[in-house]
């Protein structure tokens, strides 16, 4: 009895998410949606944000309980599964030139939006560390696992995953086009391994690094791919190190006790399952169904967060949130063309 009074209230809300997420898993095997690099976590919100400012009002009552359940617990869980999409052998494929390049990237990356954010736009501190925590390494997964830490609201969410999409979408094509106008000019001796490095280190979703590297070629993807894996593990020390700053600099309450630190715990979750991933203990097809797992509570979390989600709250945040990411997709353009550039000629 104690267990049924604690899920059913939760019931109507988990199905709801449940139906958004069925549905955007399968509009996300498309091949439109897929040819342009639209995941099934980005179809996930949108569809939640369009459910949320139509018939979600209605629903509320009887689904805030198993929507908000989602929204944390499910995303947690999601996050600490993404582990087993990569594994500590990726490091020795991309080598030290490629887990330099990252490093410089995210961190470079974080630093710009925070400073811009903050001090040119006028922006609140949490909007801009979202934002910056979207670019900087891997699209609205990190932005949904800094949300907790952060403490940001819905619609502060909300907008840094949809920059995300929009510049991610648009390196999706860019970059490829980039590379053929730098080959045919002759402009960068950049072949397709390097030109791999570079896109996994700047570019927002896994989804969109694999479009991007295909465009070249199958070498120059799989190499992107495990660059932004990479890129992913840094996730884990990304969240702790942000914490401990957040806690340090945070303002006194009201009773005069110091900001707490925030341990994300599923963040070391997700180190950990990295871990046990580089054994390689589990048959391939469990390891396939679990992975198909994460995907499913992710895209659950990201239709919460479309749920409660209002459309007036994006219009409220106006430009500033899309030109920040503007120049952060700069950046990452060219400031991670130059930090490529830097580390190869260091290390080769």
């Known amino acids: 009895p104690a267990l049924r009074q604690r899920w059913q209230p939760r019931l ?3 199905l709801l998410v449940g139906l958004i997420a069925a549905v955007s898993l399968y509009l996300a095997e498309l091949s439109w949606l897929q040819a342009r690099g639209l995941s099934a976590l980005t179809v996930a919100i949108v569809g939640g944000i369009v459910v949320g400012n139509t018939l979600y009002p209605r629903l509320a009552p009887s689904s805030a309980a198993g929507v908000g359940f989602s929204k944390h617990w499910l995303l947690r869980a999601g996050i600490v599964l993404y582990g087993l999409r990569l594994t500590f052998q990726d490091i020795g494929h991309v080598g030290v030139s490629g887990v330099l390049m990252d490093v410089l990237v995210v961190a470079s990356t974080f630093g710009l939006a925070c400073w811009l954010g903050v001090r040119v736009f006028k922006m609140e501190r949490e909007a801009a560390m979202l934002i910056g925590a979207g670019s900087a390494i891997c699209g609205a997964a990190a932005v949904m696992a800094a949300e907790p830490v952060v403490r940001g ?3 502060q969410v909300t907008v840094a995953v949809s920059t995300v999409v929009v510049f991610g979408t648009l390196a999706m094509f860019l ?13 960068l001796a950049m072949d397709a391994r390097q030109y791999g490095l570079f896109t996994g280190a700047t570019v927002h979703e896994v989804a969109q690094v694999v479009a991007a590297g295909r465009a070249v070629s199958e070498a120059a993807a799989d190499t992107a791919v495990i660059t932004k894996m990479v890129r992913v593990m840094l996730l884990a020390p990304f969240l702790v190190v942000l914490s401990l700053w957040l806690a340090r600099g945070g303002k006194a309450s009201a009773d005069g006790s110091k900001a707490r630190i925030v341990v994300p715990w599923f963040a070391f979750g997700f180190v ?6 580089s054994l390689h203990l589990l ?5 396939a169904g679990l992975v198909q797992l994460d995907t499913v509570l992710l895209a659950m979390a990201m239709a919460a967060l479309g749920l409660t989600t ?4 994006l219009r409220q945040a106006g430009l500033k949130p ?10 990452l353009l060219f400031g991670g063309l130059a930090i490529h550039q830097g580390v190869l000629a260091v290390l080769g």
Not at 283 to 287: D, E, F, I, K, V
Not at 310 to 313: E, K, L, P, Y
Not at 322 to 331: K, P, S
Request: charged share 0%; no cysteine; net charge positive.
């Open 175 to 187: 970059y490829p086009a980039l590379y053929a106008l730098v080959q045919s000019h002759g402009w």
């Open 310 to 313: 209002h459309v007036s709250a």
């Open 272 to 277: 950990a399952v990295a871990g046990f991933n």
């Open 283 to 287: 048959p391939a097809g469990l390891q």
């Open 153 to 155: 609201r819905a619609a």
């Open 12 to 14: 109507t809300g988990l």
């Open 322 to 331: 899309l030109l920040l990411a503007l120049i952060l997709f700069a950046w």
